[in-house]
T-cell receptor
Framework: GENVEQHPSTLSVQEGDSAVIKCTYS??????FPWYKQELGKRPQLIID?????GEKKDQRIAVTLNKTAKHFSLHITETQPEDSAVYFC?????????????FGKGTKLSVKP | GAGVSQSPRYKVAKRGQDVALRCDPI?????LFWYQQALGQGPEFLTY????????KSGLPSDRFFAERPEGSVSTLKIQRTQQEDSAVYLC???FGQGRTYEQYFGPGTRLTVT
């Protein structure tokens, strides 16, 4: 089945700087890669996703890049703001005999210092 | 429209008690997923419904866990004879499409504490 590794586990940046979170996956059949933001005590919120037919997708200050050959994808946040502070999870679909689930990374706790 | 809702938001159970957790998906969403999230970890898959059919229950940790979605809308996750290791946040997600490659929208979760 799919295995998703996420790095770093914690990331601290100054307000206005950029933040990059990286994930690797193991199953070359994976074709959908969502990113979720989870604030303390809140639900995971889908912030951006990418499908394997494109290499990059942007939405205002956030972007996701995908390298299918290397089997990794990254979340980029530019001009970070204190409200970006949260735990971010990447995910990939599990094709290992299962129909419905996503496999999530262990999360990156992002702290943006004002 | 309304998002995914879950109830109760918090549940404290004594070890050995049975609990039932409810999920109301977004109206019209075909797919419904249950995940378990331990403290400091990412969500882990429990089970998947497509309408009323439970197509995947490979993530349920034991036969004490049971889920249903009888009319293809509201779902209930039941845990029998709760154990301390069952303490976690139980998240429900729904999706308009079928399966794992459509956007999944999460509910706020039910935090279960077994004492």
């Amino acid at each position: 089945g799919e295995n998703v590794e996420q790095h770093p586990s914690t990331l601290s940046v100054q307000e206005g700087d950029s933040a990059v979170i990286k994930c690797t996956y193991s199953d070359s059949a994976s074709n959908y890669f969502p990113w979720y933001k989870q604030e303390l005590g809140k639900r995971p919120q889908l912030i951006i996703d990418i499908r394997s037919n494109v290499g990059e997708k942007k939405d205002q200050r956030i972007a996701v890049t995908l390298n299918k050959t290397a089997k990794h994808f990254s979340l980029h946040i530019t001009e970070t703001q204190p409200e970006d502070s949260a735990v971010y999870f990447c995910a990939a679909p599990n094709y290992g005999g299962s129909q419905g689930n996503l496999i999530f990374g262990k999360g990156t706790k992002l702290s943006v210092k004002p | 429209g309304a998002g995914v809702s879950q109830s109760p938001r918090y549940k404290v159970a004594k070890r050995g008690q049975d609990v039932a957790l409810r999920c109301d998906p977004i109206s019209g969403h075909v797919s419904l997923f249950w995940y378990q999230q331990a403290l400091g970890q990412g969500p882990e898959f429990l089970t998947y419904f497509q309408n009323e059919a439970q197509l995947d229950k490979s993530g349920l940790p034991s036969d004490r866990f049971f889920a249903e979605r009888p009319e293809g809308s509201v779902s209930t996750l039941k845990i029998q004879r709760t154990q301390q290791e069952d303490s976690a946040v139980y998240l429900c997600a729904s999706s308009f499409g079928q399966g794992r490659t459509y956007e999944q929208y999460f509910g706020p979760g039910t935090r279960l504490t077994v004492t």
